[in-house]
């Protein structure tokens, strides 16, 4: 009888370990999963404070240029000049009723903006015309409109708003900049004052600047008719490869950049298409950020000079990358590709027959780098732990396997090459 009690027991306690075990593995598989999510926040919160320094950064330039622009305009300012400002449309004037001098100068300096026509994917089709503040303007460039009268010498402002363009180069390596510049902020703050009330007394010194304000109901007033015009271009656009939304982008960004403060501007038209905006930028930018990791994985070449411990580390750091980026796609694909669908946007790219696809296929390189540099260490370095050295080559070969779903022949014969040489030395 004791042993049957004995045996029961053990059964019990052969139960209760069993659902340990399994209830450790769910939470550590949800750890990892906490973990990951962790990261991907902190890099979008790093991401979203450079934009909000790189936009208070803008917004003190654009103030400056504009404070210049008319002290500088004031003492050019000739009696027998006439400027003919066109009349602001009903809507504009229920919003603003009331003209002041200083409004009727600040519309003097900004003239309204002709639009360039968007770029074409298909360039068959018809030009089509549109109306902009009653002219018609054509998609096609030969049909362009009559070139304006004879402007007064252009102002600061004037002139060095043709010469800035959004570029996505500078914009990245500005954000990089503007994070060591915080750090080294943060650190010499000796004050304690946080960061996020400076940043807000900022912001209000700007708006509550009669200048900043004018500027920004100019652009309403003066571009009214060419914002409606973007209106329609984003709202009917369409794109079949996710290129022509790279293009489509780099157009609306040029024509943008005449406004003084485009999020400020675009605030006062309910109808601007921002959602449609918003998953255009992400599309072009989400594409162009995993198409150039690609690239840097594909082209990797070890350095046979380069220690075996930073060789190693640097392929793994770009394999993490790799999955990390991989990842997320695929978390939040079935709800971004429905979103789009919608907007008539590209999403082929982020299923495995597309982009995804490449980025699991050009891993092989990393191991097939990894196993070439762990298999010419083992015949040529003895100072090396074999074992060790070879465990770790193996290991890393069989996370991209599992990653990229298999070997192709060059990567299957570096893993042979491996292995040949792993099995001769536990021989030995």
């Not at 519309?107 to 089709?125: G, L, M």
């Not at 296929?361 to 732990?385: H, I, P």
């Not at 299957?412 to 030395?425: N, Q």
């Amino acid at each position: 009888m004791p042993i049957d009690d004995d045996d029961s027991r053990i059964a019990f306690l052969k139960k209760e370990l069993e659902a340990s075990l399994e209830r450790n593995n769910s939470l550590e598989k949800e750890n990892q999963e906490l973990k990951q999510e962790v990261a991907r926040l902190r890099a979008q919160v790093s991401t979203l404070k450079a934009h909000d320094n790189e936009r208070k950064s803008m917004l003190w330039k654009k103030l400056q240029y504009s404070i210049d622009s008319i002290s500088t305009e004031k003492s050019q300012q000739k009696p027998t000049i006439q400027i003919e400002i066109p009349e602001p449309s009903p809507a504009v004037e229920n919003f603003y009723p009331k003209e002041s001098f200083q409004d009727s100068a600040a519309k003097k300096e900004r003239q309204e903006r002709v639009p360039k026509p968007p770029p074409r994917p298909n360039p068959a089709t018809p030009p089509s015309l549109k109306e902009v503040n009653g002219k018609k303007v054509s998609s096609a460039p030969a049909k362009a409109p009559p070139p304006p009268p004879p402007l007064p010498p252009p102002s600061k402002l004037l002139v060095g708003s043709k010469a800035v363009r959004r570029v996505p180069e500078v914009m990245v390596f500005y954000r990089s900049l503007m994070k060591r510049d915080v750090q080294r902020e943060n650190k010499s703050n000796q004050m304690g004052i946080p960061l996020v009330t400076n940043s807000k007394n900022m912001i209000g010194e700007i708006e509550n600047r009669s200048t900043y304000l004018l500027a920004i109901k100019s652009d309403v007033e003066t571009h009214g008719e060419f914002i409606n015009f973007l209106m329609r271009e984003v709202d009917t656009a369409t794109f079949t490869e996710i290129s022509e939304v790279e293009t489509f982008l780099k157009w609306l960004d040029g024509e943008l950049s005449c406004l003084v403060d485009e999020r400020a501007v675009l605030k006062h038209f309910p109808r601007w298409p921002e959602r449609k905006a918003d998953a255009l930028r992400e599309a072009a930018f989400s594409y162009r950020d995993l198409k150039n990791l690609e690239s840097e994985v594909s082209s990797f070449k070890d350095n046979p000079k380069q220690l075996l411990t930073q060789s190693l580390r640097k392929m793994q750091a770009l394999q993490d990358r790799l999955e990390r980026s991989v990842t997320n796609i695929e978390r939040v694909r079935e709800g971004t590709s429905k979103r789009y669908r919608e907007f008539h946007i590209p999403w082929e790219w982020m299923l495995d027959t597309g982009l995804i696809g490449q980025m699991k296929l050009s891993s092989l390189a990393l191991a097939k780098e990894c196993m070439k540099r762990v298999t010419r260490e083992l015949q040529f370095n003895e100072s090396y732990q074999e074992d060790d050295l070879l465990l770790q080559g193996v290991r890393f070969a069989y996370r991209v396997h599992q990653f990229a779903g298999g070997f192709d022949a060059d990567t299957m014969h570096a893993f042979e090459e491996l292995r040949k040489v792993g099995t001769g030395s536990q021989k030995q």
